[in-house]
Antibody
Framework: EVQLVESGGGLVQPGGSLRLSCAAS????????MHWVRQAPGKGLEWVST???????YYPGSVKGRFTISRENAQNSLYLQMNSLRVGDTAVYYC???????????WGQGTTVTVSS | SYELTQPPSVSVSPGQTASITCSGE??????ARWYQQKPGQSPVLVIY???KRPSGIPERFSGSNSGNTATLTISGTQAMDEADYYC?????????FGGGTKLTVL
């Protein structure tokens, strides 16, 4: 079964750091680009970062310089290092598999990040 | 930066046709995708490449994309289709989501 399972969420103070993980199974992880997408409480979906199969990375302006996406293909794992966290980063964070020209065809269940003092 | 605009809400009676629009500059020149998200659940891809359905998505879901508007159409809407729907495309290396539309079946 194709599956993505996120972990690492929690409560952190403003200015703090957190590292999210996404464990992939049931497919050849190294063959796929991967996204992180977040959803603030009661709000819509927001793209957070992308990593390509070659390790190329992309970010929106809202997180660039603070968040770092990475992957470890040998471990079938995706990561998101989040530094200098802000209250506005509070959200459910999803990892998603990307099929080229198709889109995000597999999503994890999400992990909740709460930034609060 | 590129933006996609969706109506915040759409209502439809059971059995009728629901249409959800997604407006963006020359969005017809890009591929549009649509995701369905029910309360407490992760999003699910329902339309890709403007009008194609992934395996397992009912035939009542269809899509089109031309000019400045992409449209998701649900024919014979059922109560189980009540959800939030998000359009999505790419602009250069940026992933762009619409703000989402809450579909109410009443």
């Amino acid at each position: 079964e194709v599956q993505l399972v996120e972990s690492g969420g929690g409560l952190v103070q403003p200015g703090g750091s957190l590292r999210l993980s996404c464990a992939a199974s049931g497919f050849t992880f190294s063959n796929y680009d991967m996204h992180w997408v977040r959803q603030a409480p009661g709000k819509g979906l927001e793209w957070v970062s992308t990593i390509g199969t070659a390790g190329d990375t992309y970010y929106p302006g809202s997180v660039k310089g603070r968040f770092t996406i990475s992957r470890e293909n040998a471990q079938n794992s995706l990561y998101l290092q989040m530094n200098s966290l802000r209250v506005g980063d509070t959200a459910v964070y999803y990892c998603a598999r990307v099929r080229t020209t198709v889109g995000m065809d597999v999503w994890g269940q999400g992990t909740t990040v709460t930034v609060s003092s | 930066s590129y933006e996609l605009t969706q109506p915040p809400s759409v209502s439809v009676s059971p059995g009728q046709t629901a249409s959800i629009t997604c407006s963006g500059e020359k969005v017809g020149d890009k591929y549009a995708r649509w995701y369905q998200q029910k309360p407490g659940q992760s999003p699910v891809l329902v339309i890709y490449q403007d009008s194609k359905r992934p395996s397992g998505i009912p035939e009542r879901f269809s899509g089109s994309n031309s000019g400045n508007t992409a449209t998701l159409t649900i024919s014979g809407t059922q109560a189980m289709d009540e959800a939030d729907y998000y359009c999505q495309t790419w602009d250069s290396t940026t992933v762009v989501f619409g703000g989402g539309t809450k579909l109410t079946v009443l």
